[in-house]
């Protein structure tokens, strides 16, 4: 008698019910992880950039700009636009003809939003920045425990948010949960 190879209706069937139950639990973690992975990699592309501005004009000892722009040459307030970083030789916040682009990095995803409470991070060549500022990076769907923050002292540092008290939301700098 010839031995028979394969799976019968009654194996496939138990087999696709296990496999349903299994995505029906794990589906919704898979996509939390997900977007948290997302979030995380752009405020730590971000945060490069802010501190590769700071060790640029520290090494150039020139006023160095972090702005968003849409056209690569004039600073907007919409920190959605990419980001650019350059020596701003005249102090007007626009890149001129004559001012290096020394480092962009693209527009933040359509599935977060970035707001910053300054239009315009400068770096001084000590590596001081002009003012104090909190960059807030939140999910579309505005829940917290996907928010992410960097905050840049006047001293030019950069200090990234964590969850200090475990219970799922980063907190600032100054220790405020954040909100989107």
């Keep these: 008698m010839k031995q028979q190879k394969g799976v019968t209706l009654v194996e496939l069937m138990i087999t ?10 794990v589906g919704p973690s ?7 992975n997302r979030v995380v ?15 640029h004009a520290i090494d150039e000892q020139a006023q160095v700009v972090v ?6 040459s004039i600073c907007s307030t919409d920190w959605n636009d990419p980001k650019i970083v ?3 030789e005249d102090d007007n916040a626009i890149r001129g003809d004559s001012e290096e682009l020394l480092v ?16 315009i991070i400068k770096f001084t060549g000590t590596g001081e920045a002009n003012e104090t500022t ?10 917290a425990e996907y928010a992410r923050s960097l905050s840049v002292t006047l001293q030019g ?3 990234m948010s964590n969850d200090s008290d475990r219970n799922g939301i980063n907190e600032n700098a100054s220790g405020t949960e954040l909100s989107c």
């Design 16 to 25: 696709v019910s296990i496999i349903a139950i299994i995505l029906t639990f």
């Design 30 to 36: 898979i996509q939390s992880i997900l977007i948290k």
């Design 41 to 55: 990699a752009e405020i730590n592309e971000t945060s490069s950039l802010i501190q590769y501005a700071r060790h």
């Design 67 to 72: 702005c968003p722009s849409a056209d690569y």
């Design 86 to 88: 350059f020596i701003d």
């Design 104 to 119: 962009t990095i693209g527009a933040t995803s359509s599935t977060s939003l970035m707001t910053n409470t300054t239009d």
């Design 134 to 143: 909190e960059i807030l990076l939140c999910h579309k769907d505005g829940e």
């Design 157 to 159: 540092r950069v200090k």
